[in-house]
């Protein structure tokens, strides 16, 4: 069967494995225990980047994410004039105070959802032309309802390909304010597009949320970053609608979160090796990061949790309990790894309420039916989500469709059946280069 060829281009310097074709995953030889840390959350990275570009003054932004997205965003922003300066993992952003320096040139999104949808709003306020391109799925991913309302605030678009898809142009002259309307089923990441860059509407804005929004938290984080930056929206009691005062963001200096979805693949790595692992600088009962919810679901599977003030470690356990049903609508990023670690527990699982999956990086519902049909596992594909029964995996090749969620869910398969094979391990550096050097770190057997 043929395999996803990588989208080369959208493969940052920061990317790791560049060309290696596939990996091998068998089980660790000894217990897993121990302590690591994870890199900075992607969501916080990214918002924090565009927010301090966009504020008066010079932010530093400690412990952000190196990964092909915030490679992607900070290129971005270089190309509209702001100074970014990397050192270690701590971005020093010179903001513009909304005034982008430049006001044409072709910019390139790379295959990041958060920055085809972040940008945009934030071009907009400013005059100029701009030609928007991303990666080939980039290009297919859903842009329409935050076309639609920039469109609506005054934006021109004119599409290089197909109508509401990347690669287009872009002529702005400001953002007039006022009512916009934006449907939040389809992706959360419009409406925090919209946010991020109100503040220098030419009125003050007001977003009114048409319908459920799918992984609201995410809205949460937006609204918190542009709260750290000295500018509070208010949110309407039934959170539908959120009025954006007129003002500049202040430059800041904070430390981002570690990336909790990246955390997610590790501690199931302790459950599916009854195994130990400690992440520090994650304190679960503080972070707004949604895929925190997966501690719950890990002790509802048998294992033990330990939520301490800067850490949290989970402790794995000899049989997993399954025979459930979830809905993974407020943090569906963690739908391919719950469907990873189902095979290994004791009733079938049912994932629901995950439509929107299917506009991600591929296709996650009908990908992971797949992959998980080629190992012998027993699945039922539903349109919203999947069931998953327990069984036991064949050691076969499996394909990551360029997108790390499934190279790094589909290498938990590797935990418990030795040969494992994953095809262009290098796909992880979306959002975690190191991911399988950290595997092997902790003792699991990661062959080239
Ligand atoms: O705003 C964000 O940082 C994100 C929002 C979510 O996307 P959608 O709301 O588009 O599903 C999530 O899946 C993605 O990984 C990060
Ligand atoms: C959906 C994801 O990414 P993006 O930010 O590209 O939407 C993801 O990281 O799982």
Known sequence: MAMHQPDWEARSPWTTNKGISEVRISPPKSIVSGTIRVPGSKSLTNRALLIAALAEGKSQLNGILKSDDSYWCIQALIKLGVSVDIDGETAYVDGCGGNWPNSSGELYMGAAGTVARF??????????????????????????????????????????????????????AGLKGGIVKLPGSMSSQFISGVLLAAPYTQAPLIIQIEGEIVQRDYVQLTLDMMSAFGITPQVSEDGQSIKVPSGTYQAQTLQLEPDVSTCCYFWALAALTSGCVRIDGIDARKTSQPDIEMLDVLERMGCMVQRGENFVEVQGTQQLKGGFTLSMKKWSDQTLTIAALAPFTDGPITLTDAAHIRHHECDRIAAICSELSKLGIRVEEHQDGLTIYPGEPLPVLVDSHDDHRMAMAL????????????????????????????????????IY
């Open 411 to 446: 290498s938990l398969i590797g935990l418990r059946v030795e040969n494992i094979r994953i095809t262009d391990p290098g796909c992880v550096s979306k959002t975690c280069p190191g991911f399988f050097e950290q595997l092997s770190t902790l003792g699991v057997e990661v």
């Open 119 to 172: 940008l945009p709003a934030a071009l907009a306020i400013g005059r100029g032309k701009w030609t928007i391109k991303g990666s080939k799925r980039l290009s297919e991913r859903p842009l329409a309802p935050l076309i639609s309302a920039l469109s609506a605030q005054g934006a021109s678009f004119n599409y290089l390909e197909a109508e509401h898809r990347l690669p287009y142009e872009l002529d702005v």
